[in-house]
Nanobody
Framework: QVQLVESGGGLVQAGGSLRLSCAASGRTFSIRAMGWYRQAPGKQRELVATIASGGGTNYADTVKGRFTISRENAKNTVYLQMNSLKPEDTAVYYC?????????????WGQGTQVTVSS
């Protein structure tokens, strides 16, 4: 199994920045893609950004140019740098890791970290 622990959330004013971190433990050698998702009250969980094991990235249109995902494989950690934050970015942010076990792909989720952007 893979365990994920997020950190770095908090309260910030519109236009500010936050950096989220997600540290993986357990079968980290089996991790492939990692990503960040978010869920606002009353809404479905949505993709924010993903990063493949080779470094390729993908972003939701709503965060392109403002958010940057990166990973530090030596530390089994993925980051989300969030700049120019908007009130609509307010949500619980979850880290996700896809890992391989017995030739099948599984996913693990972190517990989530709250990001609140005030106007």
């Amino acid at each position: 199994q893979v365990q994920l622990v997020e950190s770095g959330g908090g309260l910030v004013q519109a236009g500010g920045s936050l950096r989220l971190s997600c540290a993986a433990s357990g079968r980290t050698f089996s991790i492939r893609a990692m990503g960040w998702y978010r869920q606002a009250p009353g809404k479905q969980r949505e993709l924010v950004a993903t990063i493949a094991s080779g470094g390729g990235t993908n972003y939701a249109d709503t965060v392109k140019g403002r958010f940057t995902i990166s990973r530090e494989n030596a530390k089994n950690t993925v980051y989300l740098q969030m700049n120019s934050l908007k009130p609509e970015d307010t949500a619980v942010y979850y880290c996700k890791a896809d890992f391989i076990r017995s030739a099948d792909i599984y996913s693990s989720w972190g517990q989530g970290t709250q990001v609140t952007v005030s106007s």
